[in-house]
Each structure stands twice: as C-alpha cells, then as structure tokens.
C-alpha cells in the first residue's frame, strides 16, 4: 500500500497546487473550439428597427432609469456575433467552481485507478488497499453530490414546474426500483442475492462476537432493499432534467450536423449506448445469447460466459468513452439555442424590449457549465461505477477464465498484546505510555478495517456496482426517451 498512498497523495496535491495554472475542466470549454454569441447593444438593436437612439433627458437621469424601456419590433433583421469562449468568459458561468473541481478530480481519479491496475498487474497486491478503487467510489460520491447541487436549485426556484418534475421521476424510479428488486437473477444478472447473503452472514458472525444476539436477518434484508429501492429514486430524481437536456442536445447536433453523415451515426450510437449497457445485464439476451448463439439447427459460442464480464466491462468503457468524445458537438448545439430562439422571435408578431433580447442571449452561455455537468456527470457516474466494479469485484480486463471472487470470512478481533511494565524512570514511562497509546489506536484501526474488509465481500461489491451502475443507464433511457418525445412532438403541438 506504500506505492499506492504515495502516488494518490501526490496526485491530491498536483491537483491542488496546478488546478488555477492547468486545468482540464477550464480546457475542455476555453480552448477555442466553442463559440457563443454575443448579446446585441441597444444602438444595434435601435439602428436594425430604423430609429435613433433615444438620450435619456435630464428628467428620465432623476428618475434613475424608471422610465419606458426600449422596445424593437420582433422581426427585425438581428444575427448574433460569434465569438470563441475564452478563459475570461469562463468568470460569469454559473456553477463553474464545482463544474472545474469536479471534472478534475474525475481526471487525476482516473490517472491513479491506471497507475494501481499497473501496479497490481506487476505485483500482487491482494493484500493490500486499492486506492484506485476508493478514488472511483469518492468520484462517484461527488458526482451524485454535484447534481444535488444542482437539484436544490431547482427546488429553490419559483416556479414549481421544475420541482414537479424532479419528483414525478422520483416517484416514477422508486416504483421501477421496486419491480426490478423482485426480478430473479436468471433475468437480471446483478448478483445482489449473493452478495446481500454474504453481507448477512458475515454480518451475522461479526454481530454475535460483539455480543448482539438479538440478530434478525429477514428484517435486516427488507430494510436494505427498501433503502436500496429509496436510494434508485434519489438518483432518478437527479438524472431526471440530465436525461431531458441530453435530448434536447441531441436533437439539435444531429441537425447541425446534418452534412455529416458519420458525426451523425456517432451521435446516434452515443445516445443509444444507455441502452446497450442495459441490455448487457439482461442475461436471455446478452450472456446467454452469445454463449449459445442460434446458428441454423446448431449452435455457436460467441463470447464464452468467462470472458463475458470481462467484456462487458470494455463495451461500458468504450462507450463512456464514445460519449465523451463527442461532448463539443453536444455543447455547441447548446449554445446555439440562442440563434435558434432569434430566429424563432423573427417569426412572431409584436414589439420586444431589448433587454429581453440581450437577457435571453446571454442566459444560454451563463448556464453553459449546467448543461456540461448534466452532461458529463452521467457518464462518469457509468464509468466510474464500472471502474469500481472492476477493481473491488475481482474483475479482470483479460478476456479469460472467469475468476471468483473470495468470500472472506468474518475473523476474530484480535487483540493487542498487554506491555509489561518494568523499571523505567518517568520520562521513559512517558514515552512507553504514549507509544502504547499509539499502538492501541493502531490496533483499533487495524481490527476495524479488518471487520469491514470481512462484512463487505468482493462479491458483495460485485452486486452492489453492479446494480448501480445498470440503475444509472436505465434512469438514462427513461430520462433521454421521454426527452426526445417531449421535444419531438409535445414542444411543436
């Protein structure tokens, strides 16, 4: 664990120390590649409608502006100017700070989870803590931390319908959650069953040597999967406005790139990769399909189910990776919305104030870093998900045997060894005293981590990640879907 700790510790304060000189968040939206449009003033607006610009009279300067504002007719000739995003630009988008530390810490995350497979490829480490694992879980934390962020905004807003909408998902997840907790494993393959029996029992054995005789499972399995069932609502009221925003985007990519046939089958694949790592856990139609493909009156194996896990894992990457890739086509539809809703204005009859114009325009490019993070924090909750299911379900990125996992015993609390006492003088006595302070604080640590790594299995961790990590694909499909018909069909009704 010593190369690990020193690698994630240096990690932490790279990230610290460079995160105001070189940042990858800030990168992704200032390296030129982006372009917003910019507001119109009052004297363009004014010479597009064919009049002078009012001057404010000596009256109108006591009044300090409670005057009539200025309105232009809505069909004027107006084209935005574009202009590539620039790091100074990045200082009025709402949420940026966390948009920055986050996307920054899910790279170094990703840089230490490489260097540890590295290092366990090359040493056996099976004894030892894989801080590439607690960097994915911490990722995955801050991610769902991030979109509650985000929620609470909404929550805090005052109009209700985005508050609706939060919890009409949440309550739609939460009865999903609890239909899809009844399935049986030869239909859904997560390996709850096996890791919530493991987690029992290793719990069982911990609680009777801490002197809990009273250990009830039957109640202890109902109200994990109750809280289990809660927690799936909580994250589908979360990715409720994500899945609607990546429809949205969608849609106006495939439009802006509707010279470019090969950007559009990549965007259709991206949209539809939820779907895929949702059929992957499907075992009838993924894993037992490919084990025994029809093939004529015989069949054929595709993907024997050993290397099946394994590379179910590399599709997860693949097309995270896809996704991500492909995240400027998605910003820039955004950012486009604001020529799209001046050429929808044209069509309209009627006056507008100019500051309604310029508050709309400039509207779009301050919530930019919104509409990146309910992008890209989907996609790394999968990813990261799928790295800790890697990395503490035993997994192996090898297309091989299947490996399976250990199920680790509940062990006896050891106990330290009591220091004998003998003629010592009183500083050495002080010494002796604060170093048995110190080896029993270890001794704690050390049979506390050692019940934890008893109670939670790699096969518990292997159902758990698992699960999570369909749930957040699935909340995905239902988001995006019901995103695109609303866009598609209700917004134009």
């Not at 998902?169 to 890791?195: I, K, N």
């Not at 965007?267 to 075992?283: G, R």
Request: proline letters at 4%; a neutral charge; charged letters at 15%.
């Amino acid at each position: 664990m010593g190369i690990q700790l020193v690698v994630s510790l240096l990690a932490a304060s790279i990230m610290q120390r460079m995160a105001p000189h070189c940042s990858f968040a800030r990168w992704l939206l200032c390296n030129g590649s982006l372009f917003r449009f910019k507001h119109p003033s009052e004297g363009e607006l004014c010479a597009l409608a064919g009049k002078q610009m009012p001057k404010p009279s000596r009256r109108d300067r006591r009044q300090n502006g409670d005057g009539k504002p200025l309105t232009v007719p809505k069909d004027i000739d107006l084209h935005l100017e574009k202009a590539p995003i620039n790091n100074l630009d990045a200082l009025v988008l709402r949420f940026f700070l966390e948009y920055q530390w986050l996307i920054d810490f899910s790279v170094y995350a990703m840089g230490v989870f490489v260097f540890t497979e590295c290092y366990c490829s090359v040493v056996d480490a099976s004894k030892e803590v894989n801080i590439g694992a607690i960097w994915c879980v911490l990722t995955v934390f801050f991610s769902l931390r991030t979109l509650h962020t985000l929620m609470s905004h909404y929550f805090r807003s005052d109009e209700g319908g985005e508050r609706s909408v939060c919890l009409a998902f949440g309550f739609l997840s939460l009865l999903v959650a609890m239909l899809v907790l009844v399935v049986r494993e030869d239909y859904l393959e997560f390996g709850l069953e096996p890791g919530f029996a493991s987690l029992f029992d290793n719990l069982e054995i911990v609680a009777k040597q801490q002197g809990y005789a009273d250990w009830s499972v039957p109640v202890t399995k109902l109200t994990v999967k109750l809280g289990l069932a809660a927690l799936c609502a909580y994250i589908g009221s979360l990715l409720a406005f994500p899945g609607l925003r990546m429809a949205q985007t969608h849609l106006d990519a495939v439009q802006m790139n509707s010279d470019r046939p090969l950007i559009q089958i990549l965007l259709h694949m991206s949209f539809l990769s939820p779907v895929i790592v949702v059929v992957l856990w499907i075992k009838p139609i993924a894993r037992d399909f490919l084990a025994n493909a029809p093939m004529g009156k015989t069949s054929v194996t595709l993907v024997p189910s050993a290397a099946f896990d394994s590379m179910r894992l590399w599709i997860i990457v693949a097309l995270c990776l896809l996704r991500l890739a492909l995240t400027r086509y998605h910003l820039q539809a955004y950012l486009n919305l604001a020529q799209k809703w001046v050429e929808q204005m044209k069509k309209e009859a009627g006056r507008i104030a100019a500051i309604d114009i310029q508050r709309k325009v400039t509207r779009v490019f301050c919530y930019l870093t919104v509409v990146t993070l309910q992008y890209l924090v989907p996609v790394l909750l999968i990813l990261f998900s799928a790295l800790s299911l890697k990395a503490l379900g035993d997994f192996s990125w090898a297309l091989g045997a299947e490996e399976t996992p250990g199920v680790t015993p509940a062990l006896v609390m050891p106990t330290a060894a009591p220091v004998l006492p003998g003629g010592l003088d009183e500083d050495e006595e002080g010494v002796e005293d604060m170093e048995e302070d110190i080896q029993a604080t270890v001794a704690r640590f050390s049979e506390a981590f050692t019940a934890l790594r008893s109670v939670l299995t790699p096969l518990f961790f292997r159902g758990f990640f698992a699960f999570l990590t369909w749930w957040v694909a699935a909340c995905q499909v239902i988001s995006s879907l019901f995103g695109i018909y609303f866009h598609q069909y209700l917004m134009q009704n």
